[in-house]
């Protein structure tokens, strides 16, 4: 089945109507968001719109608009309107969407714990209804960073924006990068918590530019993760495409090393690592919903864009001997 065959296309309903209080409806957009429902819309110069309104079942949604700064895209105001039941391909006309939450507000994000105070930061606070992605916006700079909100006042007051703040970047050796995921219920200030930078502490590892250097004989893979994570991922691979013998461990955090083994000659054509350049990618895994390594496994975490994670990601590089 191609992709155009498996979009619903029984129309439920249009909707038409203006948005009103925006600066330049050039910047303009407005879209229709429900379950199972989607629209497509046609914006007039005027701020007026007509959506059409396609799903397999009939159902309500909301119309949302937001107007951007014409250069940085930046999310300037926003508006939502609640509720609007469709059904039976019918006309809903008048519908006046007002941009009435502009982005004038502030969250103050901390960070827990005295690591990372004074570091630079970047954040975004992403405004999901229902599961769908609305808008975000975001900052970066040292914390405390303030990060543009909106007032969660009626109708926005039931929707909890998803912080998301990450330190770092993968490919430094002197911590990685980590990144914490978080709903925020203040409407004024988040402290957020992370995990401790993840380490390799065998082989000896270097950046891309400067590799470190092991001997294949006696290789071990060491890592000292966050005793609080879940999960650690470590995968030791070829440098440059799919190699011929990649290892990839997953394990819980009580177990930091792992060490490859010849792989039997009548199940693999390759059983050990040749020379060369390879990249070890390091990983570990908070998750608010999980109590243990296994929670991972048996399929009791579900998806659930509201759930706190946190996570760190660390690459490095290796010339094996």
């Not at 191609?2 to 925006?22: D, E, H, N």
């Not at 508006?79 to 519908?95: M, P």
């Amino acid at each position: 089945m191609g992709f155009l065959s498996a979009i619903p296309w029984t129309k439920q309903g249009t909707l038409t109507g203006r948005v009103t209080g925006a600066t330049h409806v050039s910047n303009l957009s407005v879209t229709a968001v429900g379950k199972g429902l989607s629209g497509i819309t046609k914006l007039a110069e005027d701020g007026s719109f007509s959506i059409d309104v396609h799903g397999d079942e009939p159902g309500q949604v909301d119309l949302f608009a937001r107007e951007t700064e014409g250069t940085t895209k930046k999310v300037l105001r926003v508006g939502l309107l609640r509720g609007i039941a469709v059904s039976s391909g019918t006309t809903i006309s008048g519908l006046e969407l007002a941009l009435d939450h502009p982005v004038d507000q502030s969250l103050a994000v901390t960070v827990e714990g005295s690591r990372y105070q004074g570091s630079s930061v970047s954040a975004s606070l992403w405004y999901i209804l229902d599961g769908q992605f609305l808008f975000s916006t975001d900052a970066s700079g040292t914390m405390p960073l303030p990060v543009p909100a909106i007032a969660r006042t009626a109708p926005f007051d039931t929707i909890t924006p998803m912080l998301n703040v990450t330190s770092g970047d993968a490919t430094n050796l002197q911590g990685g990068a980590v990144q914490t995921n978080m709903p925020v219920s203040d409407t004024s200030s988040a402290k957020v918590t992370f995990l401790a930078p993840l380490s390799i502490t065998s082989p000896t590892v270097g950046t891309q530019e400067s590799p470190g250097s092991a001997s294949r004989s006696g290789l071990v893979l060491r890592w000292s993760p966050d005793v609080s994570a879940h999960l650690t991922e470590v995968e030791l691979a070829a440098k440059v495409g799919p190699g011929p013998l990649d290892w990839t461990v997953v394990a819980p955090v009580s177990i930091t090393s792992f060490t490859p083994f010849p792989l039997p000659a009548d199940i693999a054509p390759v059983t050990t690592f040749p020379a060369g350049s390879y990249s070890v990618w390091a990983t570990t895994t908070w998750r608010a919903k999980a109590n243990s390594y296994a929670d991972f496994f048996t399929g009791s975490l579900t998806h659930d864009p509201y759930e706190e994670t946190r996570t760190t990601r660390l690459l490095t590089y290796v010339e094996l001997q």
